[in-house]
């Protein structure tokens, strides 16, 4: 399975983005998906998950203000961010895994996507 994470840039704070994971090879919807994103000198950390009967998780930093879905049928999964702010801005990636529990708790995926970069200016 290849992940491939599109639409990144660079916005105003307040401002909205929507990523884009698109999913090829051997896709299988029963996948947990995630993002995670990781800033400059610190650590990578879990923003969302959705399974695959759509249950979804956030970090307290995003809830509210993150949504994430997913389009079994175009396997693409995406992340609507709005009211952004500056403390946003990172690397996001895509992951896949077979567990929530690994994903929410050891960070491990079965398949990474390469990321894509979000800058919020304020």
């Known amino acids: 399975v290849q992940l491939q994470a599109f639409e990144g840039g660079l916005v105003e704070a307040g401002g909205s983005l929507r990523l884009s994971c698109a999913a090829s090879g051997r896709t299988d919807s029963r996948y947990v998906m995630g993002w995670f994103r990781q800033a400059p000198g610190k650590q990578r950390e879990l923003v969302a998950t959705?399974?695959?009967?759509?249950?979804?998780n956030y970090a307290d930093s995003v809830k509210v203000r993150f949504t994430v879905s997913r389009d079994n049928g175009k396997n693409t999964v995406y992340l609507q961010m709005n009211s952004l702010k500056p403390e946003d801005t990172a690397v996001y990636y895509c992951?896949?895994?077979?567990?929530?529990?690994?994903?929410?708790?050891?960070?491990?995926?079965?398949?990474w996507g390469q990321g894509t970069l979000v800058t919020v200016s304020s």
């Open positions: 992951a896949a895994e077979t567990s929530r529990y690994r994903m929410t708790y050891f960070y491990t995926a079965d398949y």
């Open positions: 959705i399974t695959s009967g759509e249950s979804t």
